[in-house]
């Protein structure tokens, strides 16, 4: 499978590297084709690795992660190019965070949601929200949390929900762990987490945590 992953921060060189150790071929996406920490990636990766704009890395991947900061999202999928998204899954792990003196702040937040923006502005994307309430290296170990904890998805095609399912699988995330919220509108109360997933943070000292939903019965 061809990946696409928009972001050279921590968060999009480590998911793009998990892809690469699972076989994919990979596409790091930035602003500029010459960004050093892309071009840097794909050299030292080499093979299967490559690094090219938002529009070159959409356009090579069947499916695409948006692993920018959830703040400037539309303005890197709006680059990537909606010709390029049109028909594909879109995987959105982002949050939309920013610090207020010091402290973390949501926009949007309640009544909308980075992923809801997302779909609203690509319609023909297939957008699936996961991945944004745990750690970049939980996102694909989770078996650095030991338990039975859970990872969330939500978006309006089933079959994209699905699709991205079986990525979880591979990144080591059992079905069973993975809980369907239902449409892109979930996405609201996912991103509303963060601010306690900072907290927990605060608390333990390291990101290696992770939620686990029980139901009696």
């Not at 303005?75 to 909606?82: H, M, N």
């Not at 937040?109 to 944004?132: C, H, Y």
């Not at 907290?199 to 000292?205: A, D, K, V």
Request: aromatic letters at 6%.
């Amino acid at each position: 499978m061809r990946y696409a992953v928009l972001g050279t921060g921590e968060v999009g060189r480590t998911l793009a590297g998990r892809l690469l150790e699972l076989g994919h071929e990979v596409t790091l996406g930035s602003r500029t084709r010459d960004n050093p920490v892309a071009v840097e990636w794909a050299t030292a990766e080499a093979g299967r690795a490559h690094a090219g704009t938002f529009a070159e890395a959409a356009a090579a991947g069947e499916v695409v992660v948006n692993a920018v900061a959830g703040r400037v999202a539309l303005d890197a999928l709006e680059a990537a190019g909606a010709e390029h998204l049109a028909g594909k899954v879109l995987v959105d792990v982002s949050n939309p965070l920013a610090f207020e003196d010091g402290q973390p702040l949501l926009d949007p937040v309640g009544s909308d949601s980075v992923g809801e923006r997302i779909q609203r502005a690509f319609p023909q994307a297939r957008v699936v929200k996961t991945l944004n309430t745990v750690n970049c290296r939980v996102m694909v170990d989770p078996r650095r949390v030991p338990g039975e904890h859970h990872l969330f998805v939500c978006g309006a095609d089933a079959r994209a929900k699905e699709q991205v399912t079986a990525l979880l699988g591979e990144f080591g995330w059992p079905a069973g762990r993975v809980l369907d919220l239902g449409g892109i509108e979930a996405a609201r109360a996912v991103e509303m987490y963060l601010p306690l997933w900072l907290t927990l943070f605060g608390r333990f000292g390291d990101a290696d945590f992770n939620i686990e939903v029980r139901r009696s019965g």
